[in-house]
């Protein structure tokens, strides 16, 4: 089971979205800045301030007067079932036995923040048949237990995102 929560900044009023497989809502960065480089997707794309610093805040979908925020969300809070097991394909095979070696490294190195983005480069192009995973798996794909996140990576177009705790999000970028 996974779930997406609903941040609001304080300054600008944007949201920040995150999904992630705590039921726990804890924001992916103190400022809104912070939250979008950790992980955290603008709910509308178009209307990103990328050097916001304003707080982010749990936003419930209305604001202290029971009026709604303006994020076309009813709660805090939606809960989704685990994505789908992919159809056995060699292609995802191979590629998510190589992102779960690299999140390994990450774990065995202690969490060194230079294991963190594995990939930046792109020697490993991604095959047809894990783009063809990654576009039926609504953003989600959980990886030998661990779920990842698809998302947009600032050094390569896109990259998967795995909650590390209160360590450096693991970044293996595509």
């Not at 997707?41 to 301030?49: D, L």
């Not at 661990?146 to 293996?172: C, E, P, Q, W």
């Amino acid at each position: 089971m996974y779930y997406k929560h609903y941040f609001q900044c304080v300054k600008c009023k944007g949201h920040v979205v995150e999904l992630t497989d705590s039921e726990i809502a804890v924001p992916p960065g103190r400022t809104h800045s912070e939250a979008l480089q950790n992980g955290g997707e603008p709910m509308i794309r178009n209307t990103v301030v990328p050097f916001c610093l304003g707080t982010i805040v749990y936003c419930a979908g209305f604001d202290k007067f029971g009026k709604p925020c303006g994020g076309n969300h009813h709660r805090g809070t939606d809960t989704f079932n685990d994505p789908p097991a992919p159809p056995p394909n060699p292609e995802w095979t191979e590629f998510a036995n190589r992102v779960h070696a690299a999140w390994q490294v990450y774990v065995n190195s202690g969490y060194n923040i230079a294991n963190r983005g594995p990939n930046h480069d792109r020697a490993h192009r991604t095959a047809p048949g894990v783009s063809m995973v990654l576009q039926r798996s609504g953003g989600m794909v959980n990886i030998q237990g661990g779920l990842y996140k698809a998302s947009i990576s600032l050094t390569s177009d896109a990259s998967l995102k795995r909650n590390a705790g209160s360590h450096a999000v693991f970044i293996y970028h595509l």
